[in-house]
């Protein structure tokens, strides 16, 4: 028994850095800055979405600065607004992929899986993997939603798309700060 439970110790401290290596690798303590306080907003800047491309491609901003992006999806697919260092999206581009692979999320929006009557299945299968990461935003085509964010001095920002594809086709854009 004594072998048993130390084994067991083992394999949940195992789970535990692994979920930290995890948790350090898509969303780290890098500094990114930090969701804004939408009642203190300093600018308001627009960000149109098509298949698959941001206009505008590079944004200026300032340390400290807090911005009401308002997000329009003109395309036909379902695209995303992620701020983050490229070494984050590459690791939210799996997350994502696993998404569209489980059915919980589609070309179009959200996948059908998520409407089935094992609603609950799906749910406790999407627990660690649910995407509500302060730093991003899904938009659906045809529909328009916003992201307040409060930057820091931290430069090597990216807004990208990562549905499977998306960012690779040309789905990133810098945030220049200055
Ligand atoms: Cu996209």
């Known amino acids: 028994m004594k ?3 130390a084994f067991l ?7 535990f850095s692994a979920s930290a290596a995890m948790a350090n690798l898509s ?7 930090q ?8 600018r308001i800047i627009e960000v149109k979405m098509g298949d698959s491309f941001f206009e505008p491609k590079s944004i200026d901003v300032k340390p400290d600065e807090t ?4 997000l329009k999806n003109e395309g036909t697919l379902l695209h995303e607004f992620n701020i983050g260092k490229a070494a984050a999206h590459a690791a939210h581009q799996k997350e994502m992929a696993a ?7 589609s070309p179009t929006g959200k996948g059908q899986a998520m409407s089935d009557m094992d609603h609950n ?5 999407m627990d660690g993997m649910a995407h509500n990461d302060p730093n991003s935003v899904l938009i659906e085509p ?7 964010w409060t930057f820091s001095k931290s430069t090597g920002l990216e807004f990208a798309c990562n549905v499977p594809g998306h960012y690779q086709s040309g789905m990133v854009g810098q945030f220049e700060v200055k």
Do not use: C, W, Y
């Open 99 to 105: 998404m569209f692979q489980n059915g919980s999320l």
């Open 121 to 125: 299945m799906v749910g406790m299968k």
């Open 27 to 33: 969303h780290g303590n890098v500094d990114i800055g």
């Open 3 to 5: 072998a048993k439970s």
């Open 67 to 70: 911005i009401r992006f308002v």
């Open 9 to 15: 110790l083992f394999v949940a401290s195992l789970m």
């Open 142 to 148: 045809g529909t328009t939603k916003e992201l307040v």
């Open 35 to 42: 969701p804004g306080d939408s009642q203190k907003v300093d």
